[in-house]
C-alpha cells in the first residue's frame, strides 16, 4: 500500500491473510468480520505500518485472536512493526491483541487511542503513546529510553511492564495486579494504588509519585526522588528485605516526601519480608514532611531500619517518630509550623540522640505569639549536643533532660546545667528562672553594682525548678541576679 491508498476492512465475512503487508497509505479494520493472520507450520506473519502510514482500528473485536480461525501451527509468529501511525477508534469497546500465539508489536511510531481502552504488550519500544481524555492505554512489555506519553487519558501498568532509561508520562497508573520493573526515570505524575515496584525508580524533577488506595504497594529495590511523593491516607507500603535484600530511599536535594497517612510506615504487618540479614535505608537529603493526619507516625522496629538525614524534617501536624537508628547531621533542619493552642507537629527521637543542625519555628498565620509561652518540640530519651541555631531570631530553645522547648523571646538554656533564664514578659517584666537540684533551698540574690548582694528571696522548690519575678526591677535601668545554694 502506497501513499494516499486506502484499504478497508468490513463486512462480517473472516479475513484470512498469510504473508507481509507493507502500509504507507491508510487500513481501516472496520467494525465487522475477522482479520485471521496465518502461523500455521511455522508461518510467521508480518503487518509493517512504515512511516505516513495509518492503521485505524474502528471495531468492536479483539485483533484476530482468542477465535478458531487463528491457525497457531507449531512455532509461528505474529509481528506487527508500527513505524507510522497505530490508531483505536470509533468504538468504545476494549481492543486487544492475542496472547496467544506468539505475536511481537513493535512500535517506533505513534500509538493514538482515541476511545475506549487499548491493551498492549510492547517489544523494545522506542516510540510515542496519546491518550485521549476518556480513553485509557494498558500497557506491558518493554519501553526504551525517549519513549514518551502524552494526552489525559489514563496509562496504565500491565502484568509486566519494563522501562529501561528515561521517560515522559502524562500519567501513569501502578495498579493491583501491576508489575513496573527496571532502571528507569519518569517525568510525570504517577499513581500507585497496589501491585509491585522493584529495580531502580527515579521520580524525576517536577514528577510526583502519589500513594493512595488501600491495596499494598511492594516495593523493591531503590526509590530516587527529586520530584515529589505523597504517601496518601491508606494503604501499606512493604519495602523487601527478604534473603539479604537493601531497599533504598533516596529523598534527594529538592525531593519532597510527604507522609500523609494515619498508619505506620510499612511496617508491624505479615507484609513486611523481615528475611536473613536485610536492610531499609531512608536516606533524607531533601524535605522529609508529615502532614494532614493528626495520628502518629512511626518507622519499623521489626527489622533494621535506618534512617540518615542530611536535609529537612518538617513535622507539620501529628508526631513522628523516628527509629532508633536515626544518624543526624550538621546539615539538619528540623521545621515546625507552631499552633498557638499547641496541636502543632512534634518529633520524638527514641534512645540516645546527638542532636546538631537548626531547628526553625513557623509562627501561626493569626496572631501573635505571647512571650515566654513554651512550645514543646522534640522529645527524646537522652541526648548529646545541641542544635547550632534556633530560626527565626528572637525565638529560644530550653533543654530539658528529655525534651526541649522553644519559645519568644527568651534565652537558650539548658536546664540542670546551673543556668539562669530571664523571660521576658507580656508586660514587659521579666521571669526569672533556674532548674536546681530538687529538694535543695536557693537564695536569690539581687545587685545594682555587682558589689553588693542583698537577698531578696529563698526558694526550696520540690522539682528544683524556680521562677520569680523581681517586683523593683522596673524602676532600675539594669540589675544583676545570682542564685546561692544551701
Known amino acids: 500500500m502506497e501513499s494516499g491508498e486506502v ?11 498469510n504473508g507481509t503487508l507493507n502500509n504507507k497509505g491508510t487500513i481501516i479494520y472496520g467494525s465487522g468480520g475477522k482479520l485471521s493472520l496465518n502461523i ?11 512511516p505516513g502510514g495509518v492503521f485505524d482500528v474502528q471495531g468492536s473485536f479483539s485483533f484476530g485472536g482468542f477465535e478458531t480461525h487463528y491457525n497457531t501451527g507449531t512455532g509461528g509468529n505474529c509481528v506487527f512493526n508500527n513505524q507510522g501511525t497505530f490508531r483505536r477508534s470509533v468504538s468504545t469497546v476494549n ?3 492475542p496472547a496467544a500465539p506468539s505475536f511481537t508489536f513493535l512500535n517506533s511510531g505513534v500509538v493514538e487511542v482515541f476511545t475506549g481502552a487499548l491493551y498492549l504488550d510492547v517489544a523494545d519500544n522506542t516510540g510515542s503513546f496519546s491518550v485521549a481524555s476518556g480513553a485509557a ?30 521517560i515522559s508520562a502524562s500519567s501513569l497508573l501502578v495498579q493491583q495486579g501491576s508489575n513496573l520493573a527496571g532502571t528507569n526515570t519518569i517525568h510525570g505524575p504517577i499513581s500507585w494504588t497496589g501491585g509491585t515496584i522493584t529495580g531502580e525508580l527515579n521520580v524525576g524533577p517536577g514528577g510526583v509519585l502519589t500513594l493512595s488506595g488501600s491495596g499494598l504497594k511492594y516495593f523493591k529495590g531503590t526509590l530516587n526522588n527529586e520530584g515529589t511523593i ?18 533504598v530511599i533516596n529523598n534527594r536535594p529538592g525531593g519532597v516526601f510527604d507522609v500523609q497517612g494515619s498508619f505506620s510506615f510499612g511496617a508491624f504487618d505479615t507484609h513486611y519480608n523481615t528475611g536473613t540479614g536485610g536492610n531499609c535505608v531512608f536516606n533524607n537529603e531533601g524535605n522529609f514532611r508529615r502532614s494532614v493526619s493528626s495520628a502518629n507516625l512511626g518507622f519499623p522496629a521489626a527489622l533494621t531500619f535506618t534512617f ?46 546527638a542532636l546538631s543542625g537548626s531547628l526553625q519555628v513557623v509562627p501561626p498565620d493569626q ?26 531570631a528572637g525565638y529560644s ?30 508586660s514587659d517584666q521579666f521571669d526569672l528562672r533556674f532548674q536546681g537540684e530538687p529538694g535543695r533551698s536557693y537564695i536569690i540574690q539581687v545587685s545594682d553594682d555587682l558589689d553588693s548582694w542583698i537577698p531578696i528571696a529563698t526558694n526550696t522548690p520540690s522539682g528544683g525548678f524556680i521562677q520569680f519575678r523581681d517586683p523593683g526591677l522596673s524602676s532600675r535601668d539594669q540589675r544583676f541576679y545570682r542564685l546561692l545554694s544551701e
Do not use: C, M, W
Open 397 to 426: 530553645i530550653k533543654y530539658l533532660p528529655a525534651s526541649l522547648v522553644v519559645s519568644r523571646g527568651a534565652t537558650t538554656s539548658s536546664e540542670g546545667e546551673n543556668s539562669i533564664d530571664l523571660i521576658a514578659t507580656e
Open 230 to 247: 505523597i504517601y496518601g491516607n491508606i494503604g501499606k507500603l512493604s519495602l523487601n528485605v527478604n534473603e539479604g535484600q537493601t531497599t
Open 7 to 17: 484499504l478497508t476492512l468490513s463486512g462480517s465475512g473472516l479475513k484470512y491473510f
Open 137 to 166: 492505554l494498558s500497557i506491558a512489555g518493554e519501553l526504551l529510553q525517549g519513549t514518551t506519553i502524552v494526552g489525559q487519558g489514563s496509562v496504565i501498568v500491565g502484568s509486566s511492564l519494563l522501562i529501561d532509561g528515561e
Open 308 to 353: 540518615l538525614n542530611s536535609g529537612v524534617i518538617e513535622v507539620l501536624t501529628g508526631a513522628l517518630y523516628l527509629p532508633s537508628s536515626t544518624l543526624l547531621s550538621p546539615g539538619n533542619l528540623f521545621r515546625f509550623p507552631l499552633a498557638a493552642d499547641l496541636t502543632h507537629g512534634r518529633l520524638v527521637l527514641p534512645g540516645d540522640v
Open 367 to 392: 496572631g501573635v505569639v505571647p512571650l515566654g509561652v513554651e512550645f514543646p518540640v522534640v522529645s527524646f530519651g537522652s541526648r548529646a549536643g545541641t542544635f547550632s541555631e534556633i530560626l527565626p
Open 40 to 50: 500455521n507450520e511455522g508461518q510467521t506473519t508480518v503487518i509493517n505500518n512504515r
Open 95 to 97: 481492543f486487544g491483541f
